[in-house]
């Protein structure tokens, strides 16, 4: 079973930065993606960034050139690095794993429980 932990959230004003966290923990054993989603209310969950094990990045059109994903392999855990926040950016941000808990066991998808970043104008 595993578990992800999301922290990093707050609030700040239009034109700052924050950095999301996600520490994974429990039995693990092969890791194949790691993401950030977030949803608004009203709005249906979308991914932010996502980054495979091999370092191949993905990013929504909406936070190209503004977010910056990241893995620490050693840690399991990701990091979402925001900058130039913009009010749109207000949302329950989740965390994602995709992987495979151990030999014989099928990929499965693993949340968090989200944290919340407020963007302020």
């Known amino acids: 079973q595993v578990q992800l932990v999301e922290s990093g959230g707050g609030l700040v004003q239009a034109g700052g930065s924050l950095r999301l966290t996600c520490a994974a923990s429990?039995?693990?054993?092969?890791?194949?993606?790691m993401a950030w989603y977030r949803q608004a209310p009203g709005n249906q969950r979308e991914l932010v960034a996502g980054?495979?094990?091999?370092?191949?990045?993905n990013y929504a059109d909406s936070v190209k050139g503004r977010f910056d994903i990241s893995r620490d392999h050693a840690k399991n855990a990701v990091y979402l690095r925001m900058n130039s926040l913009k009010p749109e950016d207000t949302a329950v941000y989740y965390c994602?794993?995709?992987?495979?808990?151990?030999?014989?066991?099928?990929?499965?998808?693993?949340w968090g429980q989200g944290t919340q970043v407020t963007v302020s104008q």
């Open positions: 994602n794993l995709l992987g495979v808990v151990s030999i014989g066991s099928v990929v499965s998808e693993y």
């Open positions: 429990g039995s693990i054993f092969s890791i194949v993606a």
């Open positions: 980054i495979t094990s091999g370092g191949v990045t």
